[in-house]
């Protein structure tokens, strides 16, 4: 009996050990007070930066910011999720280049509860390669370039994030599909626009739906362009774009392009609220738009067309 129970605390042990080995492979951790040097950067022992516990942790795992602190700039090459511990503020400072680097075929990559900030960089986020993006719950300002840029035939997902003093907010280019909802875009005066739907190159389509957000002190909300052969298409339903240059614009552009919007709130904006400035694309309203305090409420030609 006795010797019977030894063996069983044994393979209980040896259970555990590797229960914890899976576990550490799974999860890596990282502190203001943690060091790269952690070998598999476990809870008992958490490396410092994001990037030394990318090295440890499995394809499709999680990297979680235990305490509050700046993790440096990150280059992702496997499918994981990075995330914050909930009431900390976990940070990626750029002083130069990209705070966050995707360029590797078929990732999948969630960003969650992080504050990215440029202080001299010139990209929050750029993912040139990887099937999927999603962000959530994240701040991304004061880059030179874009605080997002998507040039890739990736899905992106934002939701509750807020993109603020960048050169452009969200830029989509290459076959991008992106779906924006409860986001905030403010300040985006320099170049262009809170949202850019770049539609290039040729034979790709590149779309954003856009639903429940607010741009606001941006030179554009949103912005699309598609060049000759190529295809952009933008919805917006339930959001607001007040006190920009302009509203919701469609440009005099080459390719395929189409807008729709509807149950919109666009108000004192110093141009045009909505805007479709070439003949080539389609732009629609569904009717109940709401309007006011614009340079212009409408220029161009914009389709009102019945719900369904």
């Excluded at 076959?175 to 986001?183: C, E, F, K, L, N």
Aim: with cysteine; glycine share 14%; net charge neutral.
């Amino acid at each position: 009996m006795f010797r019977n129970s030894h063996i069983a605390t044994a393979i209980a042990v040896a259970g555990l050990t590797l229960y914890s080995s899976a576990e550490a492979a799974q999860r890596a951790f990282v502190s203001s007070t943690g060091n790269d040097a952690n070998a598999g950067c476990p809870v008992t022992a958490p490396c410092r930066t994001f990037q030394a516990a990318h090295t440890a942790v499995d394809v499709g795992g999680e990297i979680l910011a235990l305490d509050g602190a700046g993790y440096a700039p990150v280059t992702i090459t496997k499918s994981v999720t990075i995330t914050a511990n909930p009431g900390f503020y976990a940070g990626i400072a750029a002083s130069t280049g990209t705070a966050v680097t995707i360029a590797t075929a078929s990732v999948k990559v969630i960003l969650r509860g992080l504050n990215i900030n440029g202080i001299g960089g010139t990209t929050g986020i750029s993912m040139t390669n990887g099937s999927r993006l999603v962000i959530e719950n994240c701040v991304i300002s004061n880059f030179a370039g874009a605080g997002i840029n998507v040039a890739t035939a990736a899905e992106v997902r934002v939701a509750d994030t807020t993109i603020r003093d960048n050169n452009d907010g969200l830029v989509l280019s290459n076959g991008a599909h992106a779906t924006v909802a409860g986001s905030r875009f403010f300040g985006h005066t320099t170049d262009l626009a809170g949202i850019y739907v770049n539609a290039t190159p040729t034979g790709t389509t590149t779309t954003a739906a856009v639903s429940d957000t607010i741009f606001s002190g941006n030179f554009v909300g949103v912005y699309q362009c598609a060049v000759t052969g190529a295809t952009g298409r933008v919805s917006i339903t339930r959001s607001t774009a007040s006190n920009n240059s302009y509203g919701i614009v469609q440009d005099a552009c080459a390719g395929t392009m189409s807008t729709v919007a509807s149950n919109n709130l666009i108000t004192a904006n110093g141009g045009t609220g909505l805007y479709n400035a070439g003949a080539a694309g389609t732009f629609q309203s569904l009717g109940n738009n709401t309007g006011g305090q614009n340079g212009a409420n409408t220029s161009g030609t914009i389709t009102g067309v019945a719900g369904f």
